[in-house]
């Protein structure tokens, strides 16, 4: 069986050295990018930024596609996942919005996202949804909070469907929540690919 370091050469990829791992540092990383290639358990991806990344998928990774959600189908008591910035105003736009389907849980969360400068990443289930002028007004209740977050007719609105390895194919785009370890090497346990024409947006 190839070592990982021969699955890292096939996909045209090399490994980092330890310096800049050590530079990079051990943690959560967020990889937004298209696919290489598949090479065993190995996944090349190019992020935006021209980076070549070798991403090691665990035993057992899920894979997730996306289908698009109409903005009148989120009403009270449906978890959304909403990347958002301050308006003018000060109130929250959301820029991307993640339906989870029907029962699923969601970790009630409100953290800083990486997508811009003042960017926030709001996880709680619905608690109001009201019309306006420009769509809706979604209060979302997170942690104990109501959090309002006015959401655009042209905001994207996305619900993971499944998918399969076999839907990891070179160019499609992907959207990866990995660990780096102290070697420099990037794992993940979920992968987000694009398909039918419906690509990941967070």
Same mark, same amino acid.
């Not at 050469?9 to 990383?29: D, F, H, S, Y």
């Not at 990018?33 to 991403?55: F, M, N, P, Q």
């Not at 029907?102 to 996202?113: D, F, K, N, S």
């Not at 420009?134 to 997170?142: K, Q, V």
């Given at each position: 069986?190839?070592t990982? %370091?021969?699955r ?9 050295? &330890? ?21 065993g358990d ?6 935006r930024s ?13 894979v ?6 109409a ?5 009270? !008591?449906?978890?959304? !996942?909403?990347?958002? +910035? ?9 820029t991307?919005i993640?339906?989870?389907p029907p029962g699923?849980?969601?970790t ?5 996202w990486?997508?811009? +400068?003042?960017a %926030? ?5 619905v ?5 306006s &002028?420009?769509g809706?007004?979604?209060t979302?209740?997170?942690l104990?909070?109501?959090v309002?977050?006015r959401? &655009? ?10 998918? %399969? ?9 992907v ?6 370890g ?7 346990s979920?992968?987000?690919v %694009?398909k ?7």
């Amino acid at each position: 069986m190839p070592t990982l %370091s021969r699955r890292i050469a096939a996909l045209g990829l090399v490994a980092l050295p &330890a310096a800049t791992a050590l530079a990079q540092g051990a943690g959560p990383v967020r990889i937004r990018g298209s696919i290489v290639g598949l090479e065993g358990d190995v996944l090349g991806v190019v992020t935006r930024s021209g980076d070549r990344l070798a991403v090691t998928l665990a035993e057992g990774a899920a894979v997730s596609a996306l289908r698009r959600v109409a903005l009148a189908d989120i009403t009270p !008591g449906t978890a959304l !996942g909403v990347v958002a +910035e301050p308006g003018p105003d000060g109130t929250l736009r959301a820029t991307a919005i993640t339906v989870l389907p029907p029962g699923a849980r969601i970790t009630e969360l409100q953290v800083p996202w990486d997508t811009g +400068e003042n960017a %926030s990443m709001n996880n709680g289930p619905v608690e109001a949804a009201v019309d306006s &002028a420009s769509g809706r007004d979604l209060t979302l209740s997170i942690l104990g909070r109501r959090v309002v977050v006015r959401v &655009a007719a042209d905001t994207p609105l996305l619900m993971p469907i499944p998918a %399969s390895r076999a839907d990891l194919v070179a160019g499609a785009t992907v959207f990866i929540n990995g660990t780096r370890g102290a070697d420099g090497r990037i794992a993940t346990s979920r992968v987000i690919v %694009s398909k039918d024409g419906v690509a990941p947006v967070i």
